[in-house]
């Protein structure tokens, strides 16, 4: 059977000319409806991206991750439940009939590199880590129970482009981590983003433990076994918490809960994404019916044109097809528009949102983002042009009057109307929800944070190479440092602490009041004297010194 292109070809070029010769409307409905189409594609991209795309790990929804929550005056709120490495054997038996185990700690390393050192996210994890995870890897193996006790380390792609070049470069090279030298013996791919997007480099647990033997406060991970439940883990995981910190939880306010992995990831950002994606759904549809609006209007200036074209013989279905022709270039173009819009707020999103919401920087322009375009033009061109063209297909021979009743000039204006009006319900409905959005963003960055920003210069101290922190000769260099800025003409007061608010501190303290049967954990920022001075920060009571209050540490 042969399918001729002649009909179509008849239709496409008048169209271009139409158009062409036409240029202001043409480039007010492209930009009008490339503006709704490439909002809409970057928000379906994003939302396929960060809640429906698939994670790269092997059956990812068999994993799951070990959460908990504890009662602070009557809230529940999720904390972090940290297993010492001398409870990972209770742990592995207690979880064993419903899957493998596997933990993980988070960590930071100061990589030596030329004129210095930098810090990185890092991962320490143990043997069963990365066969329960069964994640992607560009090249090499990955950390085992052979290498547990060997200066491993697996790093990120990211990183073994920037520091060597290429991923197959990196094989067997060294890293300088923390005055300790590790060998690279594999490179993970790209969309490898557990504990998190920003980790770099995954280190054995063995070694860190030989290194440090207070090292870690661990996470547990678990892969369910065949025909396993998320409820019966839940209940292994609570007796094997019960066999290694039973007190925690018999004092009450502790529960302990698994969550797969996928729905972890998402969970978080989903409120987000969903409003984001219906904000971008109402623009397309304002865009829509002001594009209806314009077809309309310029339809009824070509009134005469195809009154003519009618007293020739151009049938309904003829001029149907010619617009809906026009509507569909309109749309292309629109489309084209829409995919350069994409691929700029997919940078955006990359740039600014990266470092919060994971699996951004993996929004591209890819086969997704295509079907997506493609699916939206479509309805578009739809929506758009049927409206316009069966009106303007019912036109008379005789210009002016309508061939069938009802469809004479004030039905037209009827139909422009009842767009108009749906186009400004949407959009009173967008700045609402914008102004909203809007006095919410004003108010956080408004948000009193205790201190003061007005004339505060910050520097960061590394300190992760040469003595440990505590050592004499490292806090020798931080007096030293805080003399000579104290020197400096203008410097009112100097102060070092290990974080700035907002941000939180690493180190975590557990605090118990007398008269009450649960701990609070809290972040703690140790800090020298002129720290409160340096930020201004207000003490709502007390003092600076010490308070009177007995602690347990558990640094994070």
């Known amino acids: 059977m042969r399918v001729s292109v002649e009909p179509l070809l008849r239709h496409i070029q008048p169209a271009l000319r139409g158009l062409i010769r036409d240029v202001r409307f043409t480039i007010a409905v ?89 810090i990185l996210d890092t991962a320490i994890v143990s043997g069963q880590f990365f066969s329960v995870l069964d994640g992607p890897m560009i090249t090499g193996r990955t950390l085992g129970p052979d290498v547990d006790a060997l200066p491993a380390a697996v790093i990120s792609a990211r990183l073994a482009v920037r520091l060597f070049g290429s991923p197959g470069d990196a094989l067997g090279k060294s890293l300088n981590l923390t005055s300790r030298i590790y ?48 409820e019966r883990a839940t209940e292994a995981a609570r007796r094997a918490f019960l066999a290694t910190d039973g007190e925690s939880m018999r004092r009450g306010g502790l529960t302990v809960s698994l969550s797969s992995l996928p729905e972890d990831a998402a969970e978080p950002f989903r409120p987000a994404l969903i409003v984001l994606m219906v904000a971008a759904g109402l623009l397309l549809l304002a865009a829509c019916g002001n594009v209806v609006n314009l077809l309309l209007a310029r339809n009824a200036s070509r009134e005469r044109e195809f009154a003519i074209r009618r007293s020739l013989g151009a049938s309904t279905r003829h001029l149907v097809m010619q617009l809906a022709v026009e509507g569909a270039l309109l749309s292309f173009g629109a489309a084209m528009a829409g995919m350069v819009l994409t691929v700029g707020c997919g940078a955006l999103m990359s740039q600014f949102a990266g470092s919060i919401v994971p699996r951004t920087d993996l929004v591209r322009v890819d086969g997704i983002a295509w079907a997506i375009a493609l699916a939206l033009s479509a309805i578009a061109t739809i929506g758009t042009t049927l409206i316009p063209a069966l009106r303007a297909a019912r036109v008379s021979i005789v210009p002016g009057r309508a061939e069938v009743n009802g469809a004479g000039p004030f039905s037209g204006r009827r139909t422009q109307q009842a767009m108009c009006a749906l186009q400004l319900g949407m959009a009173m409905t967008l700045l609402t929800g914008a102004a909203v959005l809007g006095r919410s963003l004003s108010a956080l960055m408004n948000v009193d944070l205790g201190v003061s920003a007005a004339r505060v210069a910050t520097v960061s101290l590394n300190l992760s190479l040469g003595p440990r922190p505590m050592d004499a000769a490292v806090l020798d260099r931080v007096r030293a440092v805080i003399d000579a800025l104290e020197r400096v003409p203008g410097v009112d007061a ?63």
């Open 183 to 230: 060998s690279v013996v594999g490179v993970a791919r790209g969309d490898f983003d557990f504990p998190t997007h920003r980790v770099d480099a995954w280190l054995p647990l063995g070694i860190s433990r030989a290194v440090n033997p207070r090292c870690c406060d661990l996470q547990a991970i678990v892969r369910l076994g065949g025909g396993q439940s998320i």
């Open 30 to 118: 492209v930009l009008t409806l490339g503006i709704g189409l490439g909002a809409s594609i970057a928000a379906l991209s994003a939302g396929y991206g960060v809640l429906i795309k698939p994670l790269p790990f092997r059956a990812a929804e068999r994993i799951a991750l070990v959460r908990a929550e504890t009662t602070y005056a009557g809230t529940a709120r999720p904390v972090r439940l940290s297993i010492g490495a001398e409870r990972m054997a209770t742990w592995n038996e207690g979880v064993s009939g419903v899957g493998t185990p596997a933990f993980y700690a988070m960590g930071v390393a100061a990589l030596a590199v030329d004129g210095g050192s930098e």
């Open 494 to 556: 100097v102060g070092v602490g290990t974080a700035i608010p907002p941000h939180l501190a690493r180190m975590q303290v557990t605090l118990r009041r007398p008269d009450e049967a649960h701990d609070y954990r809290a972040a703690a920022v140790p800090a020298t004297p002129g720290y409160f001075e340096a930020l201004r920060m207000r003490l709502v009571r007390g003092d600076s010194s010490p308070p009177r209050t007995t602690t347990r540490h558990r640094p994070s």
